[in-house]
């Protein structure tokens, strides 16, 4: 039954995402629902009884959904403090050399990560997916005021570690969602047992594909940077069957591993077929702007996903490959890495292709009746805009942005 309204929020401009801007509007809201969002007059006239709260010189939007992070990384900062000098490989060497020195799931890793999901929350982020290792993510979730999908994720490319594996994945419950690190380190058969498992429990499936170039060499050629650093690792046993698909999209493809719940994260190195396939199967892509940036990895082909019909998720992903985990910012260096792409556009990867690859598609991501009345009250530009300008405003301003919220209430 559709709730009655018992508030009007009102601004000069709301953002419904879904449908064009409209100026002097008004989000009717009752039982933490919405149920409406017209001009505000129109509301007025339709929900007499219900009390109008004004705010001047702001805009409502949705809130905002982070689609791939790793926020038990978040006390391994030190890698970001300084720009990137070193190969991909190198980075996830000192990665783990320092996660080794200062521990994965200790006090201070514990600390860091509650700072960074609250603050995500205070900069308007209701849901976010959270990639870890530990058990934080699960802990991060129960105090995490929206939705924290936390993902325990899988890795080991050698056949050695495939039973070791597969027997702790079978003794998994069914509430703890399960994920793939990437192709490129692990085994294709977990892979497809951890797929499987997902789709039995309609979980996201989340996973690293086509960060580095290099994840393509040893696909299609079992050699380039990747097969050499996990040969000097021991973790390379020639059990891995190169030349059998085109590129990381392929090989996901090929395996079986693509569906509408699979959330392909930072998806760079991808060709127009495999974009094509993506679009054809109703798998999801998440975008890593700013960490992409930091690595030196390259930038997603943004306009090629826009015109297969793919609107991707925006992720911070974590502290140790990017220096500042925020939504605002990565909207920011999209706009400027992809001048071509419109800025609603890009507001609408931040809000409703998040919402759409985590599954929360029907709660979240827009402002339509039916959702949950959680708003954003961001301040507008100071001087007259049009509903570009707006636009402009949101997805340019950065990580300074702060904005207000009307109450969660998931
Ligand atoms: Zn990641």
């Known amino acids: 039954m559709t709730p009655v309204p018992t508030c009007i929020h009102a601004a000069p401009w709301v953002v419904p995402v879904c449908s064009p801007i409209i100026a002097e509007g008004g989000v009717a809201v009752g039982d933490g629902r919405i149920v409406a969002v017209d001009v505000l007059p129109r509301l007025q006239q339709l ?63 514990w600390q860091a990560a509650r700072l960074v999901a609250d603050r995500q929350y205070q900069s308007g982020v209701s849901a976010l997916c959270d990639i870890g290792n530990t058990s934080m993510g699960g802990r991060l979730a129960d105090l995490f005021p929206g939705y924290l999908l936390a993902c325990k994720e899988y890795l080991g490319l050698a056949a050695w570690t495939l039973e070791k594996n597969l027997t702790r994945l079978g003794l998994e419950p069914p509430q703890v969602r399960c994920c793939g690190h990437a192709p490129y380190s692990t085994h294709p058969r977990l892979l497809q047992r951890l797929k499987e498992r997902a789709r039995a429990l309609e979980h996201v499936f989340s996973i690293h594909t086509a960060e580095p170039a290099a994840e393509a060499d040893m696909i299609r050629e079992g050699r380039g940077e990747l097969v050499d650093f996990i040969r000097q690792r021991g973790f390379w046993d020639n059990s891995f069957v190169s030349g059998q698909s085109d590129g990381s999209i392929h090989y996901l493809y090929d395996l079986g591993l693509l569906d509408e719940q699979t959330l392909c994260v930072h998806a760079i190195h991808v060709t127009e077929e495999e974009m094509r396939i993506m679009a054809g199967e109703g798998s999801k892509v998440c975008l890593c702007s700013g960490s992409n940036r930091f690595l030196g990895v390259g930038t997603a082909p943004v306009a090629r996903y826009l015109d297969h019909g793919i609107l991707p998720a925006l992720g911070t992903d974590s502290l140790a490959s990017n220096p500042e985990l925020s939504l605002w910012r990565e909207m920011s260096i999209l706009a400027e890495d992809h001048p071509e792409i419109e800025a609603a556009e890009i507001f609408a990867m931040a809000t409703l292709g998040g919402a759409e690859a985590l599954g ?25 805009v049009d509903p570009k300008g707006i636009m402009t405003h949101l997805v340019t301003a950065g990580p300074a942005m702060s904005p207000d919220r009307i109450a969660f209430r998931g």
């Open 47 to 109: 929900y007499p009884q219900a009390e109008v709260r004004m705010y001047p010189g702001s805009i409502l939007t949705p809130a905002l959904v982070n689609g791939h992070t790793h926020l038990e990384l978040s006390h391994l900062a030190a890698l970001t403090a300084t720009a990137m000098t070193d190969r991909f490989t190198d980075w996830i060497s000192r990665l783990l050399q320092l996660r080794e020195i200062l521990g994965a799931d200790g006090e201070p890793a």
């Open 360 to 384: 929360l598609g029907r709660v979240l991501g827009t402002l339509e009746a039916g959702k949950a009345a959680d708003l954003l009250i961001v301040p507008s530009p100071p001087s007259p």
